[in-house]
């Protein structure tokens, strides 16, 4: 048994992660008691998870050594920019050249939370704070920057006669789809949103767990959260906005017609 | 003809990813009157319509608006001056008058009363639901909407399509009365009555191709047998 001292420095120690795989296993014996089907599935994840967990801290302790240029992490940064705007432009597919776009979101969404959150001083600007808040500003802002463009997608197709009654009226392209991706930002930005009301009432958020777990005082761990979630809401609502005008302006035309947009097969 | 045509079409051709829409179409569109294009669905005459005011390109040949080529124009500016009237009438959310407010939004009182006038409306059109309105008076105020902005020539996609036997004849008397103030139109059906009604100029579309150009009242007598099948009435769409 860890003492408390122990415990509230958050050292898990292998022993005790090992100890943790008894939830895999209820996960296990659930699954086949229900006859899902997903053992073999669930079995994969938690093998992946442990070693890109385990290779991701080996990085990270490489990294945020005191001892290492802060331009290590930079570069780190600039990394995670790179691999999101990959991701974004092969989940969303159907928007053609779509990774300039999600890098320039990217790119706009780490100057806008990172100047504020460093130029203001609210963290200090070292290794241990910047790899990890740039990582929570990206990976919450990627799954709302795919929404935001296939949503872009779904409704300017769905809605052609209407986009088309506007260009027909003399509208340009971008005032003519203007309707259509506000209601894509704002579907994609809706669930941030409600995370952000839900705080503290719904679900205590990870960050301020671990703090909490990790022997913080729970004030402090608030404060901390609090900043973290409006630096993802500012983020995500600078990437969906980039994006949501980015895919827009892809789908037409420089003489303002709006490209075919077949409906995926099946649908 | 002797008048500089309104549109000329020139060996022109548009490819899809379905197939060819219009094959090496070649036609003058005269700068008056009503001339109507006729054809069963999938014909092209609808495509033929979309190149008016570059809701289209060809993928080969060349379009002329009044004696200059359509890719001279700017886009937004030739579509204001070549409104259109789609077949479903599309009306934004709002009322009446936002809608016609989305094609000029500096509209003052008068000029929204006289394009609703123009279109067989009132005044009182103006602060009614877009939502609320039935299908004859739905496609008047798409109709208003594209006055609004003084066009210089009027396309119409098969108007009157999803209209009942009323509204239709309302909607075929004001294009009658728009074409004789001096708006020409160009007007897309497959009814062949109603070319016969308004119609000063048709040509008949087949495929892609254009099969017949003639006055008012012509039709052709005889011809290959899938025209002369859609003549009689039995390929209308």
């Given at each position: ?18 100890a ?39 990085v ?50 780490a ?75 704002r ?11 839900g ?14 777990l ?54 | ?7 000329r ?16 179409v ?62 479903r ?35 009182s ?50 294009g ?21 009604r ?17 006055g ?22």
């Amino acid at each position: 048994m860890p003492t408390d001292t122990e415990f509230l420095a958050g050292d898990v120690d292998f022993v005790g992660l090992a100890a943790s795989l008894v939830m895999v296993v209820v996960a296990l014996i659930l699954s086949r008691w229900n006859r899902l089907g997903i053992e073999q599935s669930i079995g994969v994840a938690v093998a992946r998870a442990l070693v890109q967990l385990l290779g991701i801290g080996a990085v990270l302790a490489f990294i945020l050594d005191p001892d290492r240029s802060l331009a290590l992490s930079w570069a780190w940064v600039v990394v995670m920019v790179f691999f999101a705007a990959v991701v974004l432009s092969r989940r969303a597919g159907e928007v053609p050249g779509l990774f300039p776009i999600g890098l320039a979101a990217f790119v706009a969404a780490a100057i806008v939370t990172l100047g504020v959150i460093f130029g203001l001083g609210i963290f200090p600007l070292e290794a241990r704070a910047l790899v990890p808040l740039a990582g929570m500003m990206i990976g919450n802002s990627m799954n709302a920057t795919v929404v935001v463009a296939r949503r872009v997608v779904e409704e300017l197709r769905d809605k052609r006669d209407e986009v088309e009654a506007r260009l027909a009226l003399g509208h340009s392209s971008r005032r003519a789809s203007l309707p259509y991706v506000r209601s894509a930002i704002r579907t994609a930005l809706t669930p941030q949103v409600e995370t952000t009301k839900g705080v503290g009432l719904v679900f205590l958020p990870g960050a301020m767990t671990g703090l909490i777990l990790a022997g913080v005082d729970p004030v402090d761990a608030v404060k901390v959260q609090a900043a973290i979630m409006f630096l993802i809401l500012g983020s995500v609502a600078t990437t969906t906005t980039v994006v949501g005008f980015g895919a827009a302006s892809r789908l037409f035309t420089p003489d303002h017609r709006l490209v075919a947009l077949e409906r995926p097969a099946g649908t | 003809m002797d008048q500089e045509p309104l549109f000329r079409f020139d060996a022109v051709t548009v490819e899809g990813s379905a197939g060819t829409r219009l094959r090496e179409v070649t036609l003058d569109v005269p700068a008056s009157g009503i001339t109507t294009l006729v054809g069963p669905s999938g014909s092209g005459k609808s495509t033929l319509l979309r190149l008016c005011n570059r809701l289209e390109v060809p993928t080969r040949g060349r379009v002329s608006y009044r004696g200059r080529e359509l890719s001279a124009f700017d886009p937004l500016e030739l579509r204001r001056q070549v409104g259109m009237v789609f077949q479903r009438p599309v009306l934004f959310a709002g009322t009446v008058r936002d809608n016609l407010a989305e094609a000029d939004g500096d509209a003052d009182i008068r000029r929204l009363t006289d394009a609703l006038e123009r279109a067989a409306l009132d005044g009182s059109f103006l602060d009614r639901p877009a939502n609320e309105l039935s299908g004859g008076e739905a496609q008047r105020v798409c109709l208003a909407r594209t006055l609004i902005a003084d066009p210089d020539v009027l396309v119409m996609d098969e108007p009157t399509s999803s209209l009942d036997g009323q509204a239709v004849s309302r909607l075929e008397q004001l294009g009658r009365r728009l074409a004789d103030d001096g708006i020409p139109i160009v007007w897309v059906t497959h009814d062949l009555g109603q070319v016969g009604r308004i119609a000063d100029r048709t040509a008949i579309l087949m495929n892609g191709s254009l099969r017949f150009v003639g006055g008012r009242g012509e039709l052709p007598a005889d011809g290959d047998p899938a025209l002369m099948r859609f003549l009689e009435g039995a390929d209308a769409d």
